[in-house]
């Protein structure tokens, strides 16, 4: 199985702050990278697929980089909605994987 | 709209049995596989497997392969996620979660149920 590991595992931020998360994956995924955000007691919501498309709807703040092994998502200025967890998860291969979350706190 | 509505919570007793459900509907639910994530407390994502309701064709995480069974209902457009013997170890919260699917290809989970939260206690 790849395995998929975020840094931060948490991290506290003000609004308005630019945040930059960070997700490698054991061996080479060619950009088959998905970002999801989760409140408590709601669905996870699909951001960023393909490493750097935005899901529509989601807010131009979100954007993702990254190749081969190393992706990042970004958040421009931080909006009192945006604190939450964050998932990454490859889909190259099946099984596919998720990293453990990135909390992100209010600071 | 799309949406993926999820059965209830549960609590259940080791050894028990239990199928919890994921109810598809705005789309055509026989045209898309249905994916099962394990979120246990305080834990991330677990990706637990896939089940694709046109033909109830399956793919299980090694994880969780014996351990559970995926089934679906497309009459109903209903997919299922079902324990035979539970254990404290199941007590988790229990995502569906519909995959991308370009012909019968899978993709990343574009929309997901809110999700069941199983608890197994004596």
């Known amino acids: 199985d790849i395995q998929m590991t975020q840094s931060p595992s948490s991290l506290s931020a003000s609004v308005g702050d630019r945040v930059t998360l960070t997700c490698r994956a054991s061996q080479g995924i060619a950009n088959s990278l998905a970002w999801y955000q989760h409140k408590p007691g709601k669905a996870p919501k699909l951001l960023l697929y393909?490493?750097?498309r935005l899901e529509s709807g989601v807010p131009s703040r979100f954007s993702g980089s990254g190749s081969g092994t190393d992706y990042t998502l970004t958040i421009s200025s931080l909006q009192p909605e945006d604190f939450a967890t964050y998932h990454c998860?490859?889909?190259?291969?099946?099984?596919?994987?998720f990293g453990q979350g990135t909390k992100l706190e209010i600071k | 709209e799309v949406q993926l509505v999820q059965s209830g919570a549960e609590v259940k007793k080791p050894g028990e049995s239990l199928k919890i459900s994921c109810k598809g509907s705005?789309?055509?639910?026989?045209?898309?596989?249905i994916g099962w994530v394990r979120q246990m407390p305080g834990k991330g994502l677990e990706w637990m497997g896939i089940?694709?309701?046109?033909?109830?064709?399956?793919r299980y995480s090694p994880s969780f392969q014996g351990q559970v069974t995926f089934s679906a209902d497309r009459s109903i457009s209903t997919a299922y996620l079902q324990w035979s013997s539970l254990k404290a170890s199941d007590t988790a919260m229990y995502f569906c979660?519909?995959?991308?699917?370009?012909?019968?290809?899978?993709?990343?989970?574009?929309?997901w149920g809110k999700g069941t939260t199983v608890t197994v206690s004596s």
């Open positions: 998860q490859q889909y190259f291969t099946t099984p596919q994987t």
């Open positions: 705005g789309y055509r639910f026989t045209s898309y596989w």
């Open positions: 089940i694709y309701p046109g033909d109830s064709d399956t």
């Open positions: 393909t490493a750097s």
């Open positions: 979660a519909r995959l991308l699917t370009i012909a019968t290809d899978y993709y990343y989970m574009d929309v």
